[in-house]
């Protein structure tokens, strides 16, 4: 396949775009599932708290890590081809920040891989966010819930856990 | 040896550098680490035992107990919050 199964970039990106590059031409496909993750103004918090937020990343490891996560979703589920795409930099709320796209024969398998990357890029690929509030810039902390979410695939979570 | 030792997030500001070569003479990421708490500055106490510090080994996500080799590429960063 010669379009990029992963990119890291500050651009925002094109769910249509997204989905008709990655099913072009494949007739073998019947379901395409897709998330997209958007950034909030809050974060457990009050609303309007969050009034940008800046995305770091680890260029080479970070591409690596979701490369790899595509491969082992491959091993687990049948479906035929995947795309993330992940925003780094400047974001403001309202803006879209990661999407995942499967395509496979049936709704199954591309439900489940699409759940299964993000569930896995949330706690393994080398990300941080920082939020700027009104009271100052932070880091974002890891959340517990998301090492269980990934649990549920049968890999032990310890990204948030010291 | 000579490695690479960078540094994300939180832990890259501490340090006040994204990354820095250093000769060492630790064998694994835990003496490399114990190593750099011991350095008097920001970067020791970022990564401090106790503080939630993940490593990486030539961009692999690592335990403490893997092995350092020569030209090797470190990484120190807090947990990930992507996505």
Known sequence: MTNPRVSIQTQDFDLSEEVARLQAGDKRVGAVCSFVGLVRDRNGGAESSVQSMELEHYPGMTEKSIEAMIDEAHQRFDFFDARVVHRVGLLQPLDQIVLVAVTSAHRGESFKACEFLMDYLKTQAPFWKKEATADGAQWVDARVSDDAALARWGIAGSNAVE | ?83
């Open chain 2, 1 to 83: 040896m000579k490695i690479t030792v960078r540094y994300f997030a939180s832990i890259r500001e501490a340090a006040g550098t994204s990354s820095e070569v250093l000769q060492t003479q630790s064998t694994t990421l835990a003496q490399l680490r114990d190593e750099l708490i011991q350095r008097p500055g920001a970067t020791g106490a970022a990564l401090a035992r106790g503080r939630a510090v993940r490593l990486a080994l030539n961009q692999v996500m690592s335990d403490e107990s893997a092995m350092l080799a020569d030209g090797c590429e470190v990484a120190f960063f807090p947990p990930v919050t992507g996505g």
